[in-house]
């Protein structure tokens, strides 16, 4: 993975068809999604539950390019091994899942894979200003995490601006997470967000056998991220 902050989509396969996850995969890459994002969710951490590392291990070969492991549970640190022998090229964890997250980042990058962070809308930036050396990506909820669907919250353009300068020049990703489409995607993207994370917007209108709207969806937003 070389790093670039050329705007990329990240499909979320929470708003695909579960019973054919590979397939889906399969159908956003080939309509141009950059990453595969993938929600993990505990009933604890959220009030959702989704599916855990043997999931991930059987997706994992249908995905040709980034495969984004957003982790929604906690505790974090028992399942970062099989999360990273899944196939996982980012792992991301929230600063609120646990009061050692930069241990957390540790044991990521330990395991061999990308670290990401995550913060929920409530959390200010400045609770990874000490994480800034040890990341390579910076989640920014614009949503509180548990489902797809839900409003984009505006608050969070700001923090989006306030952790682009705090990152400076360092090679870190901004992610958004939540409520991502062609009208919210230009907001973050002016103000420093370079991944673009996007459920319903993307999957509406298509699905495995009719996928061409998918490409369509993930083209309006790219382009109005661009303008
Ligand atoms: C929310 C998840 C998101 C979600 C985004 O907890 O982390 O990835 O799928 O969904 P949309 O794009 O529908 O808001
Ligand atoms: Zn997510």
């Known amino acids: 993975m070389s790093f670039d902050r ?22 956003i890459e080939a309509q141009g999604a950059d ?23 059987a ?3 249908h995905i040709k390019g980034v495969m984004d492991v957003h982790l929604m549970i906690a505790p974090v640190d028992p399942y970062i091994e099989a999360f990273a022998k899944a196939g996982a090229d980012i792992i991301t964890a929230h600063v609120e899942a ?9 044991a990521i990058r330990g395991a061999g894979a990308k670290a990401g962070v995550a913060l929920n809308p409530a959390t200010p ?12 990506l910076v989640c920014v909820m614009t949503v509180n995490p548990g489902f797809g669907g839900q409003k984009f919250i505006h608050s969070q353009v700001d923090k989006v601006r306030q952790l682009r ?3 400076g020049d360092r ?9 991502v489409d062609p ?12 991944v673009l994370v996007a459920g319903s917007a993307v999957f509406r209108g298509g699905s495995v056998s009719d996928p061409a709207p998918y490409g369509a969806n993930i083209r309006a937003i790219r382009d109005a991220a661009r303008a």
């Not at 090679?171 to 409520?179: A, R, T, Y």
């Open 183 to 194: 009208t919210t995607a230009p907001l973050v993207a002016s103000a420093g967000a370079d």
């Open 35 to 57: 990453w595969v994002h993938v929600d993990v969710m505990d009933g604890h951490f959220v009030p959702n539950i989704t599916f855990g590392p043997a999931t991930c291990a």
């Open 125 to 136: 930036a400045a609770a990874v200003e000490y994480l800034l050396d040890m990341v390579d």
């Open 59 to 61: 997706i994992r070969p």
């Open 6 to 27: 050329s705007i990329k989509i990240a499909p979320s396969i929470l708003s695909a068809d579960f019973a054919n996850f590979g397939a889906e995969c399969r159908a």
């Open 171 to 179: 090679p870190i990703h901004i992610e958004i997470d939540g409520g």
């Open 98 to 106: 646990g009061p050692h997250i930069h241990r957390t980042m540790q």
């Open 165 to 167: 300068a705090m990152i």
